[in-house]
């Protein structure tokens, strides 16, 4: 069985989606790559994820060519290679349709910084795409998905915003692997909700001021980060 631990890894990450409760049914898909083999790892589509197993799990190339496995990777496949092909220090993807995150992406709005919780895992608003037009929907769907989060980040580095909005769908997050793609899609379901009740106790809450946001995030993230038991420095 070819990449049998990034098989795992990404078994493990789809497991982690539906034990946070961000998951109905067989909504959502977790995936991995291995940079070094130029090989995607992806939930099959439409199986329970009770069954799951390592060898189900799909193998597949950049261009979404199934290498390894029996059943069809999952239908956002297309969606999950443009981000590895766009954003090359992403090594997993999670997309859910999680309750509250996916509340914003339906009525359309980024979801502001309102707290510090927010800021160490995005270092900004998370962002909403543009809706597509009816010709990226008729054809190359799930890949023009993918074109139109890459589009928002053409100005921005995209592990500081690890995740995004996509109109009137849900959210796709992702991380330096599987594991953690998965962990940023939890904490995004969080900072939906939290942004959610903060607007409901103050319709007219304001984000976070820009050096509060600045510290929460550079103090986990980046050259200068001193959060948690990293090496000493
Ligand atoms: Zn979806």
Known sequence: ML??????????????????????????????????????????????????????????????????????????????VELYRQFPAVGGVAHTHSEFATAW????????CFGTTHADYFHGPVPVTDTLTADEISSDYEKNTGIAICRIFKNTDPMSIPAALVTGHAPFCWGGNAAEAAHNAVILEYVAKM????????????????????????RK?????????????
């Open 3 to 80: 990449l049998k631990s990034l098989r795992e890894e990404v078994l493990e990450a789809n497991l982690e989606l539906v034990r946070r409760g961000l998951v109905l049914y067989t909504f959502g898909n977790a995936s991995g790559i291995s940079r070094n083999h130029g090989l995607i790892a992806i939930k099959p589509s439409g199986v329970p994820y009770e069954k799951l197993t390592p060898e189900q799990v799909v193998v597949t190339d950049l261009n979404g060519k199934v290498v390894e496995g029996t059943l069809r990777p999952s239908s956002d496949l297309a969606t999950h």
């Open 195 to 218: 942004a959610y009740y903060t607007l409901g106790v103050r319709p007219d809450a304001q984000p976070i001021q820009r050096e509060l946001h600045d510290k929460h995030h550079l």
């Open 221 to 233: 993230h980046g050259p200068s980060a001193y959060y948690g038991q990293g090496p000493a420095r």
């Open 105 to 112: 992406a339906q009525a359309r709005r980024p979801i502001p």
